[in-house]
């Protein structure tokens, strides 16, 4: 099992910056990828950024040149670094960890970015 933590969630002003953190503990040599979700009221889950294989990254769209996601292999998290963020980024972020057998989320961190 895997369990994943996310923390660094709350209320930034649009242009400023905020960033994410997951701790993953539990059965971590199981985990293939890491990345971020996000969900905002009424909408579809989305991919924000992810690991990909060889250690590079992916973002979608609408945040490449504005978030950056990293890790730090030693303590075991991720994190997604959001700068300049937007109302429109406004929405539950996920930490999701591709595993050998299963995946695995967090409970979700809650981000509002005001106008």
């Known amino acids: 099992q895997v369990q994943l933590v996310e923390s660094g969630g709350g209320l930034a002003q649009a242009g400023g910056s905020l960033r994410l953190s997951c701790a993953a503990s539990?059965?971590?040599?199981?985990?293939?990828?890491m990345g971020w979700y996000r969900q905002a009221p009424g909408e579809q889950r989305e991919l924000v950024a992810r690991?990909?294989?060889?250690?590079?990254?992916m973002y979608a769209d609408s945040v490449k040149g504005r978030f950056t996601i990293s890790r730090d292999n030693g303590k075991m998290t991720v994190f997604l670094q959001m700068n300049s963020p937007k109302p429109e980024d406004t929405a539950v972020y996920y930490c999701?960890?591709?595993?050998?057998?299963?995946?695995?989320w967090g409970q979700g961190t809650q981000v509002t970015v005001s106008s």
């Open positions: 999701t960890a591709w595993g050998v057998r299963e995946d695995y």
């Open positions: 539990g059965n971590i040599f199981s985990i293939n990828y």
């Open positions: 690991f990909t294989s060889g250690g590079r990254t």
